[in-house]
């Protein structure tokens, strides 16, 4: 009897792996998906705590693809492993603190190792020639296949007929002229055929399939380094990096403001870990403070957190402060006006 031919395909939740696992499964390839999950996936779930884009349904694109293709998927955490990659790539970081190259070698790498633990036979991802600057250039698209080890395992079926043959394709498992020829930075094609085969409301994530790529998120990155003194970070970093209102006064220690109700009921959650404060005499979101502060640092978080406080006409706000070792204070401070509270703070 035929072996059934198998495929992995890399899914982001995005247009491209959508359309590119279309392709094969078209071929009557059995293809089930695989997800990372590095700690910095637009996928992660903060995305879905803000009102922001409330119109939007609040999903998993990565299962709403699965779904929408009728295939299983594989969510597998990487978080630890993919500390390497983002602290010392090999290929450097794009235009923020992506690093675009290396983490697609090791997401195609992690991939193969998939492939031969489970008997499958070949790797797909929707990968498109000049689509992005860093990893989707005519030179860089080797480059994954070498350093991943994938070789001619590795088939990218929306720009197949640009590159040579793979091992898919040499085998007769899949038909080269059934794939396709896209190649630039244009979504237009995508569109078309997202179109054709009648799929809609797929996410369209701007500049790439994780925050690193996204220029406030990298810059609080690399503030959270430069206070901290080393590159060390831990899950809840990553995720309360994508939440709040962030504002150092100083290197000692940050505020992370809460800006909505969804927000206040997210860092609750954190209360234990963190010292955290609140306005007792008025409305106010909670705060929480990350670092290693004094008494003065307090009281100007006070006064910072009563500034983004519902304050009307008082002259002081009693901001209550629970220190991480569960001793309590209250403050009464006189709010910021809006010019005490310094550009350069807001990370
Ligand atoms: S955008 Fe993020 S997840 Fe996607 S390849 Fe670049 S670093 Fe990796």
């Not at 030179?139 to 994938?150: F, K, L, R, Y």
């Not at 797929?202 to 503030?223: E, I, M």
């Amino acid at each position: 009897m035929d072996k059934k031919i198998k495929a992995v395909s890399l899914i982001s939740g995005g247009l491209d792996s959508l359309l590119s696992t279309k392709l094969i499964l078209d071929q009557g390839i059995h293809v089930e998906g695989i997800n990372f999950f590095t700690g910095f996936c637009v996928e992660g779930h903060t995305h879905a705590i803000r009102k922001k884009k409330s119109n939007k349904p609040k999903r998993n694109n990565a299962l709403w693809v699965a779904e929408k293709l009728g295939i299983k998927l594989h969510i597998i955490d990487v978080v630890e492993e993919y500390r390497d990659i983002l602290l010392n790539p090999k290929h450097g970081y794009g235009k923020n603190m992506n690093p675009c190259l290396d983490c697609k070698s090791f997401m195609v790498k992690k991939a193969k190792q998939w492939v031969l633990e489970n008997n499958f036979d070949f790797i797909i991802t929707g990968e498109v020639v000049g689509q992005r600057p860093m990893s989707q250039r005519k030179e860089t698209m080797p480059i994954v296949q070498a350093q991943s080890g994938a070789g001619d395992l590795l088939l990218r079926p929306l720009c197949g007929k640009h590159l040579p043959a793979t091992k898919a394709e040499i085998k007769g498992w899949v038909r080269h002229e059934k794939l396709l020829d896209f190649s630039g930075r244009t979504r237009k094609p995508q569109m078309a055929l997202a179109k054709k085969y009648g799929f809609e409301d797929y996410a369209t994530p701007a500049g790439g399939c994780c925050f690193l790529t996204n220029k406030q998120y990298s810059d609080k990155l690399v503030d959270m380094w430069q206070a901290r003194g080393n590159r060390d970070y831990q899950l809840d970093d990553l995720m309360l990096l994508k939440v709040g209102r962030h504002i150092r006064p100083n290197q000692r220690f940050k505020m992370i403001i809460a800006r909505e109700e969804g927000e206040v009921k997210f860092l609750r959650g954190y209360r234990s870990q963190y010292t955290h404060l609140y306005p007792t005499s008025c409305n106010g979101p909670l705060t929480l403070i990350d670092g290693k502060f004094n008494q003065q640092d307090l009281i100007l978080a006070a006064k910072i957190l009563a500034r983004y406080s519902q304050v009307r006409d008082a002259d002081s706000v009693d901001v209550e402060v629970k220190l991480d070792s569960g001793i309590m204070q209250t403050l009464s401070v006189e709010p910021f006006s809006n010019d005490e509270i310094k550009k350069e703070w807001r990370v």
